[in-house]
């Protein structure tokens, strides 16, 4: 099984500042790559999928890269409303999650 | 517009088989393509994924819980239902149903539109 690593597990950060979590999967998993972002008592959003592909409707301020096994989401400039626990996924084979990183206000 | 919408019992007791139905609308499961996934997350933990299927039957698993889930589907009343047995107060979380695209050309994948989740408990 493909496990999938976040990091930092916790960030505090102020509005205006660019954030950027990282995901490393135990092996490669192309691009095949998803990025949630979850509010306490919200179901998951998805945010970027295939790694860079921006979601229908989600504010440019959110991108993603990488591939293989390092990959990365990155906010340019944080909003109020970004403050919020993001998850990335893998759908290389079996599906699974990472930990989270909780996106705190600084 | 697509909708999911997750139905079933708030409390289980210890040993019990959960049942819990994704009633949604907007797609077809008979649709090539589409699938219907359950994912949960304990509170203040991480989300895990549960069991996927798909619109051609097939029916996938996370390893952990293999043993204990089942999932099928109804396609004319639009439904999923997800059966998990030997329940334990671990089992606690919310229980999310969400809808798996296809991405265009590849086997890639993602869950677009979820359910708002059950949560469900686990007690004596």
């Known amino acids: 099984d493909i496990q999938m690593t976040q990091s930092p597990s916790s960030l505090s950060a102020s509005v205006g500042d660019r954030v950027t979590i990282t995901c490393r999967a135990s092996q490669s998993i192309s691009s095949y790559l998803n990025w949630y972002q979850q509010k306490p008592g919200k179901a998951p959003n998805l945010l970027i999928y295939a790694a860079s592909s921006l979601q229908s409707g989600v504010p440019s301020r959110f991108s993603g890269s990488g591939s293989g096994t390092d990959f990365t989401l990155t906010i340019s400039s944080l909003q109020p409303e970004d403050f919020a626990t993001y998850y990335c996924q893998q759908t290389y084979s079996t599906l699974s999650f990472g930990q989270g990183t909780r996106l705190e206000i600084k | 517009q697509i909708t999911l919408k997750e139905s079933g019992p708030t409390l289980v007791k210890p040993t019990q088989t959960l049942t819990l139905t994704c009633t949604f609308s907007?797609?077809?499961?008979?649709?090539?393509?589409?699938?219907v996934g359950w994912i949960r997350q304990p509170p203040g933990k991480a989300l895990e994924w549960l069991a996927l299927?798909?619109?051609?039957?097939?029916?996938r698993y996370g390893p952990s819980l293999k043993s204990r889930l089942t999932i099928t589907k109804d396609t004319s009343k639009n439904q999923v239902v997800l059966t998990m047995t030997n329940m334990d107060p671990v089992d606690t979380a919310t229980y999310y149903c969400?809808?798996?695209?296809?991405?265009?050309?590849?086997?890639?994948?993602?869950?677009?539109?979820w359910g708002q989740g059950t949560l469900v408990t686990v007690s004596s």
């Open positions: 969400a809808h798996r695209r296809l991405w265009t050309g590849t086997f890639g994948s993602d869950f677009d539109y």
């Open positions: 299927i798909y619109w051609d039957d097939d029916k």
């Open positions: 907007g797609f077809s499961l008979s649709t090539s393509g589409v699938g």
